[in-house]
């Protein structure tokens, strides 16, 4: 078993990659009551068109098929797995982002118990024709809600401007008709294709014994079979470097309105340390721009254009990228005016260093307060490691950014011309 330090965070890292490609990461945190496991499959929503394991011809499959599998995967033979967990005194949980599909539960007890019971009913899939099709109306039914819910609409209103090609303009859940056309084969063709233990990763981290954590994976691993691992491949349409659309305005049942902008990536072939330092350099910008202590953020709410919804992030995976800032308005357009004003005027200034630094500290304050938590680091560790990054070495990357990133990270990602969108929902009637 591999074994690595980060003395300035006082962590101790221990990894082995098992004979059937799965890897483990154990983070030992003594002292603390109640233990986190992530078991997770390097598979999400835009996973829709690949070649299936054993196959030689590519497949397109139904929007929202990853998440209607997370959700398949918790009913076996027996019945639901949560009950399972729930009897053992854990908590489970799962979710699908647009590149992965977590399951996880936290205990404070019986974690030998619960972590075999999250090894086994993921790796345990049980589909009939009638089970799927009884879970469509579930699904169905979430569907739904989200269609009604503006700060979803409003997201994947923005993103599917941002994006023309890439599926990440789809809705992760995908749409009613969509989800009809799932099938028990196709739920096993992609099952069989992207949850072989070589397509994924286990978390484990809480106050464990590395070794004899370890020792169970492997003798539960040993006792199962699975084919071959064999390389996926995944396909993409190219996707335009500008935007798909500048704006877009959804009417809903809403009292106040809500504007959304984004900027768009021009170039999300990033992986690894350029990735990070990238997605840190966006953030520190955004901070500066829109920061509760900056100007901006001063002025709009003076100006009674925000309140305290107002917010910004930056989601950059492997061939996509963009940020997002908005929130509540009765202004959505002379909002959106305004930000996209506030980033023109922003990128024509010098950066100052003691700005710069004061958000560096600001951020790894945060980065080691979140290290107290094992949700948090249970939660945001695999998402690094799918994109060769290391969630330890946020903080050296940090303290190593420069004004010189900051400004080639602002000239490529904040340009209003060919970059910049928005998505504004607006009360029925106010269009």
Not at 25 to 48: E, V
Not at 91 to 119: C, G, I, M, P, W
Not at 293 to 307: M, P, V
Not at 308 to 319: C, H, N, R, V
Request: aromatic share 12%.
């Amino acid at each position: 078993m591999n074994k690595q330090t980060f003395d300035q965070l006082n962590e101790t890292l221990y990894y082995e990659q098992l004979d059937n490609g799965l890897d483990v990461y154990i983070l030992p945190k003594a002292g603390f009551n109640k233990s986190f496991a992530t078991f997770t499959t390097k598979y999400g929503s835009i996973d829709n068109h690949f070649i299936p394991l054993g196959k030689k011809d590519a497949l397109k499959v139904p929007d929202g098929i990853a998440h209607f599998l997370e959700h398949k995967l918790f009913e076996d033979e027996d019945g639901d797995v949560f009950q399972l967990f729930s009897k053992q005194g854990a908590s489970a949980n799962a979710f699908t982002s647009f590149t992965r599909t977590a399951y996880l539960f936290s205990s404070t007890s019986s974690v030998e118990q619960n972590l075999k019971t999250l090894l086994d009913f993921v790796q345990k899939p049980y589909f009939t024709e009638e089970s799927v099709e009884k879970e469509k109306g579930i699904i169905g039914q979430e569907i739904k809600m989200y269609d009604d819910n503006p700060d979803w609409r409003g997201y994947f209103g923005l993103i599917s401007n941002l994006y023309e090609y890439h599926p990440v303009k789809i809705d992760i859940a995908g749409t009613i008709e969509s989800i009809n056309e799932v099938t028990k084969d196709l739920l096993y063709t992609c099952y069989e294709t992207f949850y072989h233990p070589n397509n994924m990763l286990l978390f484990i981290v809480g106050n464990v014994d590395p070794e004899e954590m370890m020792k169970l994976v492997k003798e539960n691993q040993a006792a199962k079979e699975f084919s071959k691992p064999e390389k996926i491949d995944r396909f993409f349409e190219a996707e335009p470097p500008e935007v798909d659309q500048a704006s877009q305005e959804i009417a809903m049942n809403v009292k106040t309105g809500k504007c959304l902008v984004g900027f768009k990536d021009r170039s999300p072939d990033r992986q690894g340390e350029a990735l990070l330092k990238h997605e840190l350099s966006i953030n520190i910008l955004l901070e500066m721009m829109f920061g509760p202590s900056s100007e901006n953020y001063e002025t709009l709410y003076e100006e009674g254009l925000i309140d305290d919804t107002f917010s910004f992030d930056y989601s950059g995976e492997l061939g996509f990228g963009f940020s997002v800032i908005g929130g509540d308005t009765s202004k959505p357009d002379e909002l959106s005016d305004r930000i996209k004003s506030m980033v023109e005027e922003f990128v024509k200034r010098e950066l100052h260093e003691e700005t710069m630094e004061s958000i560096r500290k600001k951020k790894i304050g945060y980065f080691l307060k979140s290290l107290n938590s094992p949700e948090y680091i249970a939660n945001q560790f695999t998402r690094y490691q799918f994109n060769d990054m290391n969630l330890f070495d946020v903080i050296p990357t940090l303290e190593s950014i420069t004004i010189e990133d900051l400004n080639a990270a602002m000239a490529e990602h904040f340009k209003t011309d060919t970059q910049y969108s928005k998505c504004l929902v607006k009360p029925k009637g106010d269009s």
